[in-house]
């Protein structure tokens, strides 16, 4: 086979296979993808059924916290006392940050400790009440840092006051800013801005977020399975405003319709599966076909070659013996016999091969004949008859009565072909018989003539049986025992019998003799 050729067929097998492993895959991981989808559009639609509810129930419990404040908190009062009673466990304490310093209600100096103990949250506090848009700043960073000579604790440029005479009494300029949150790793702070005549105040709330997001879970979707509520990470947007706090859809989530959807999946993943299987199959069924195209023909090559230099030779001995006149006299009638014959048989494999290669491409017979039917099938044996005599052997001819009165239209080159062919094999093999004979019997079907041709030689093999119809197929006992001939005979009289809409079969084959069977339409 051509190296090239290989090499292109290896190509396009693995191009073929690669493909349909990827289209197998594509089916196969296409059901977990779409459950996927559903899963992500169902926790997007029960996130947008559970939000509305939470901030409903935020907005409540913050306004109750900012009714428990009032409208504005007591600036420049020594005591600072919103009222703790009855507080709820996600208030984690109350406190008012003026110029003055930090102020928190009776018996929540914890709180005003924690305050005061971290940097960044009361630095932040200053800054967001002067500017609420001022970033929270972080005490890791070294360039935010000063000290606080009176405390010695780190700072983070808190905003000079604007009158730092405490003397005057301070008072509230203008009416309070609007709440606000934000929060600085787990602490959440809720505020509002105060503008005083002593420079920018704050008050509200530390809140408890995980007590908070325990608050709001029962206002999630059920089908929201492993949802949860906390602080956002680092650079997650909030989704539950005004906290800064988001709702998380978690990984288990009910889809109701997953049932409906794989059954609907089976059908695609089935023709898939299918169309899969198919290309490989088709694949390797072509391999398959081109692997036995590329064997007839080398088999093909083999026999021809083998059948054309045996009289080739033969011509080319005899041919220069008799033109340098060294055969006898006596041996020249057996010389042209036997060059007469090598002819026939070239004639004869010539022949069948240009035969082969005009059923090969599909040319069928165009001519018919219309006779009597034992009329015209002894026309066609009329060319055997005599061969087989001539072999030795005895043929013996029956017409079935019931055959005498029909009319056969088919084509008489054709059938003259088949029985040559039959002829020949029956000499082949069992002209060494005891008393060789050929029996030719015509029988009438239904709506078909039987012609039955029947010899008495050795048979053939059982597992040269189902082959015998194959181009170029010869048993091995052929090849050794250099019998003549190419395999083609047997299969071209059946692809000759079809193509006038016959048939050719092996009746039966065993030590008695071998048996065909051709069969011919009436019509």
Not at 182 to 211: F, N, P
Not at 452 to 459: H, L
């Amino acid at each position: 086979m051509n190296k090239k050729l290989i090499l292109i067929i290896t190509f396009f097998s693995l191009l073929t296979l690669s493909a349909a492993s990827w289209l197998a895959y594509e089916a196969f991981t296409l059901d977990a993808r779409l459950l996927q989808i559903d899963k992500e559009a169902q926790q997007k639609r029960l996130v947008e059924l559970s939000l509305p509810r939470i901030q409903a129930e935020i907005k409540r419990l913050l306004e109750q916290e900012r009714n428990r404040l009032g409208y504005a908190p007591p600036i420049g009062d020594l005591v600072y006392d919103p009222g703790t009673d009855n507080m709820p466990d996600y208030v984690r304490g109350y406190f008012l940050l003026t110029p003055a310093g930090l102020q928190v209600p009776e018996g929540q100096e914890a709180i005003a400790s924690e305050i005061e103990g971290k940097p960044a949250i009361i630095d932040t506090i200053r800054r967001k009440a002067f500017n609420p848009a001022a970033p929270v700043y972080d005490p890791s960073k070294p360039i935010h840092k000063t000290i606080d000579t009176r405390t010695q604790l780190p700072i983070f440029g808190v905003y000079e006051a604007e009158n730092q005479d405490f003397s005057s009494p301070m008072e509230m300029k203008g009416e309070p800013g609007p709440f606000f949150s934000w929060y600085y790793i787990d602490d959440m702070v809720y505020m509002r801005c105060i503008r005083t005549t002593h420079g920018s105040a704050a008050e509200g709330i530390m809140l408890d977020a995980q007590k908070l997001a325990e608050r709001l879970m029962p206002f999630v979707e059920p089908a929201l399975k492993g949802a949860t509520i906390s602080l956002c990470r680092k650079n997650e947007a909030a989704n539950l405003f005004p906290l800064p706090m988001v709702l998380r859809p978690g990984n288990d989530v009910e889809v109701p319709d997953t049932a409906a959807r794989r059954a609907a999946m089976r059908g695609t993943l089935a023709s898939a599966t299918l169309v899969t299987v198919l290309a490989i199959g088709i694949l390797f069924g072509l391999l398959f076909i081109y692997g036995r195209m590329e064997r007839r023909r080398a088999d093909f090559v083999s026999a021809v070659t083998h059948e054309l230099r045996t009289p080739l030779t033969s011509f080319s001995l005899m041919t220069e013996m008799l033109k340098n006149k060294l055969v006898p006299a006596d041996k020249l009638d057996e010389y042209h016999e036997t060059l007469y014959q090598e002819t026939q048989r070239l004639g004869h494999l010539v022949e069948n091969v240009l035969a082969f290669a005009r059923l090969t491409r599909g040319k069928q017979r165009g001519r018919a004949d219309k006779a009597p039917c034992p009329q015209l099938i002894d026309r066609a044996l009329s060319k055997v008859e005599p061969r087989l005599k001539e072999a030795g052997f005895r043929v013996q001819l029956k017409h079935d009565k019931r055959a005498e009165l029909l009319t056969l239209n088919t084509d008489i080159i054709s059938l003259e072909q088949i029985f040559t062919n039959l002829a020949d094999n029956a000499i082949k093999y069992a002209a060494t018989s005891e008393h060789p004979t050929v029996s030719i019997t015509t029988m009438r079907g239904h709506d078909s003539i039987h012609i039955r041709f029947a010899d008495n030689g050795p048979g053939i093999p059982p597992k040269v049986q189902r082959s015998i119809f194959r181009p170029f197929s010869r048993s091995a006992k052929d090849v050794e025992g250099r019998k003549p001939g190419v395999g083609l005979g047997l299969a071209l009289s059946r692809d000759v019998a079809r193509s006038i809409g016959g048939e050719l079969t092996l009746e039966k084959s065993d030590e008695k003799g071998t048996a065909f069977s051709i069969t011919l339409p009436l019509n």
